[in-house]
């Protein structure tokens, strides 16, 4: 399972003022940021009921029992499940859901055919949020470049079709890590190729707020500074 941490805010405020002491600018920008752990993905390839190759985007969960599918996912496999009722139960105990039945395939690494892992998985209508929570800037990752990836685009947020538990989970794991003094992102080597995990912050430019009030008569002059700031402030 994952949480969601809370959100920041934080504001900068900026004043300018011309040559006329009767006209003000007064901008401010208010910038979220979030703190969030990114968490290990893996596409891989599952042949559907027709026997071709569909690609599947897989989460590791070291911290959950089992591994589980989408409904959804299940679906457009075509794979036919078989009867299985496990009610599942998260932080305090909790009741989240009851299992849909179960179905067994093979996860094929996007890289080499060759490596297969036999799993079981218990069916659930929805796993969880696409993953990650916002889109991570390359600058965290410029270390990883060269690296052959479990999850090339694992910093796009997208779907998640499986959860891989720890039922499977370590079994996939390989010598070898990937670190970076100017990153907290670490790659984990595995048979699908590096794991890439670890804590970030984030600045939501998507959901930056920009406040303008204006006082006085030159129009023309004041939007210009309104530009100007926003420019500064959301690049």
Not at 70 to 95: H, P, Y
Not at 151 to 169: A, E, H, T, V
Not at 204 to 216: E, Q, R, V, Y
């Amino acid at each position: 399972m994952s949480s969601n941490k809370s959100h920041h805010a934080q504001g900068q405020n900026q004043t300018r003022n011309d040559t006329n002491p009767n006209k003000t600018v007064t901008a401010s920008v208010n910038s979220m940021q979030t703190n969030f752990s990114l968490l290990p993905t893996i596409r891989v390839n599952i042949k559907n009921i027709l026997g071709e190759n569909c690609q599947v985007r897989v989460m590791t969960d070291s911290g959950s029992e089992s591994t589980f599918i989408s409904e959804k996912c299940l679906k457009l496999l075509g794979l036919k499940r078989k009867n299985a009722r496990l009610q599942i139960r998260g932080l305090q105990d909790s009741n989240i859901a009851m299992t849909k039945g179960c179905v067994e395939m093979d996860l094929v690494s996007l890289h080499d055919p060759k490596v297969k892992l036999p799993a079981k998985a218990y069916v659930l209508e929805k796993l969880t949020a696409p993953l990650p929570m916002e889109r991570i800037n390359e600058k965290h990752f410029s270390h990883l470049k060269n690296a052959c990836l479990a999850d090339p685009n694992f910093c796009i947020p997208n779907d998640i079709d499986m959860i891989l538990g720890s039922d499977y989970f370590f079994s996939i794991l390989l010598p070898g890590q990937i670190t970076c003094a100017e990153s907290n992102l670490i790659a984990q080597n595995s048979i699908f190729g590096f794991l890439i995990s670890g804590k970030l912050t984030e600045s939501l430019n998507s959901k930056s707020m920009l406040n303008l009030h204006i006082n006085g008569t030159s129009i023309d002059n004041q939007l210009k500074q309104f530009w100007e700031l926003e420019e500064k402030f959301l690049i």
